[in-house]
């Protein structure tokens, strides 16, 4: 019997609404659903008639997670069932979604996976450390970027890949991202778009005083090296997937290469990245 985690975010599915209607679409379909809210120490009141637990406790043997939410809740997602290869299915319930694959009024569409009407695309993810005096004092993973970004003024970064320097500048502080993580940050920062499928590591600057400092798209094998505040010494902090700031300080560097772990999304219609990109993106008519 396969076994579905349900992963809402219970600011955008009020009331778990959706998720409740997803929970008896799987049993209708000889399946088996478990609700795993994903709260931030909100004070909640969960509707009763749903099977409650966490991601932690129920990925070890489970088929399937479904994610309600924005892309903020497909990461937390994939950030907790990372190790299990458990895919995901996202539907999407925020505002823009490229990682999403199916929207609130599309989840009849659930019934396919029981027939194996659907695909799983491979995302990869990246692993970043931090050190300090020759020594790793944090470690963390991504499925879209890590950003190094000055507190309140520019920082000074000096980026190389294999050891070899590619550039040095001030600046607010760069994104490294993967081809998923294209179309966040890392493009609002005038970074390329990359199709998701491929095995990239790019490297962005965040508003540099520097006329070269642009986009570089780096072959997966690559270790990409941050060194922060060799000359200038303001404050920085890094963010791993938009989670809690972690303290930089001068003369720290952060280690980035591509991770063991992947993401798999479950794909179920047939609609491309570029389509997604045109609806997402595109000029309104």
């Given amino acids: 019997m396969k076994k579905f985690l349900l992963c809402p975010s219970i600011v955008r599915d009020a009331g778990l609404e959706l998720t409740a209607e997803v929970d008896s679409l799987i049993r209708e379909n000889g399946g088996t659903a478990v609700v795993c809210p994903l709260a931030d120490g909100e004070d909640i009141s969960l509707p009763e008639g749903l099977c409650y637990s966490t991601l932690e406790r129920e990925a070890g043997d489970a088929f399937m997670a479904i994610a309600f939410g924005g892309d903020g809740t497909i990461l937390r997602t994939a950030r907790a069932v990372g190790e299990y290869n458990v895919p995901i299915l996202a539907v999407n319930m925020g505002n823009i979604g490229f990682m999403a694959e199916l929207d609130p009024g599309d989840i009849s569409r ?15 993810m990246i692993d970043a450390e931090l050190c300090r005096d020759g020594q790793v004092i944090y470690s963390d993973f991504a499925l879209n ?10 920082i000074d970064i000096e980026v190389s890949g294999d050891g070899q320097p590619i550039y040095h500048f ?9 081809p998923t993580g294209s179309t966040a ?14 095995d990239n590591i790019i490297v962005t600057p965040i508003c540099a005083h520097a006329l070269l400092a642009r986009s570089f798209v780096l072959s997966p094998e690559r270790k990409v090296s941050i060194l ?15 989670r809690d700031a972690v303290d930089v ?35 309104k008519r």
Avoid: H
Wanted: proline share 3%; charged share 30%; glycine share 10%.
């Fill in 170 to 178: 001030s600046g607010d502080g760069a994104v490294i991202a993967t």
């Fill in 185 to 198: 940050y890392s493009m609002s920062a005038g970074g390329p778009i990359v199709e998701p499928d491929a």
């Fill in 145 to 154: 970027d890590v950003v190094i970004k000055g507190v309140t003024k520019v």
């Fill in 228 to 242: 922060v505040g060799s000359e200038k010494t303001n404050a920085a902090y890094m963010s791993v997937d938009g």
């Fill in 249 to 283: 300080r001068p003369g720290d560097i952060i280690n980035i290469c591509v991770s063991d772990r992947v993401t798999e999304l479950v794909q179920l219609t047939k609609r491309s990245f570029y389509r997604k990109v045109y609806e997402k993106l595109g000029e």
């Fill in 110 to 124: 659930i019934r396919d996976i029981f027939d194996g009407e659907y695909r799983i695309n491979r995302r990869i």
